[in-house]
């Protein structure tokens, strides 16, 4: 079998660990990126670096962030009585964009799904219990969850292990489709959702 020189072919198996990507599509992007001009193709590398280099997880609450500590850890505004906990970095600015919320976050790192690996061990669960334990000012704690199988069950765990920090747990209000992912809801139906959300 004819292989494609070395570069290709590693840049290929790379690309197969992004989500949706398999290797036929790897592959299709690997020519696409040559076909740039190289000058391009150097600075699209060095963006990559750069997401290495620049990128990091904020101690506080795992948010990405280029300083220290991220911009809503280091916002004085912030009201740290309040903790929302979300399944990724990604669904911070979702939530921020409804302006319905103004507590701070913490990033659990993923959903519950053991059958993928994703088990409470694997999840931030321990750094979770260790802030909590540490912070007392915090006074409500909102699961901000996709409705959907394993969001529905990562609230269910999180509800159950809560219940011994006696804070006030919430969850969003109904109004989110079930199964539907956060990701895609609308800014004015997570808007509602957050303010109204009630006792888990
Ligand atoms: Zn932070």
Known sequence: ????PEPIQNLSAALTKLPGVGPKTALRYVFSLLQLPKEELMQTADLIRELGEKVRLCPKCFNYTQNEFCDICN???RDPAIL????TSRDIPTIEVTGAYNGRYFVLGGVLNPIEGMTPEVLRVQPLFK???EENQIQEIVLAFSPDVHGET???YLTKQLL????RLTRLARG??????LEFA???TLGEAFRGRKES
């Open 1 to 4: 079998m004819r292989r494609f």
């Open 75 to 77: 916002d004085p505004k």
């Open 84 to 87: 929302c906990i979300v399944e």
């Open 131 to 133: 802030k909590l334990r």
């Open 154 to 156: 990562t609230m269910m």
């Open 164 to 167: 011994g920090f006696s804070k």
């Open 176 to 181: 989110l489709q079930a199964g539907a992912s």
């Open 186 to 188: 609308d800014e004015i």
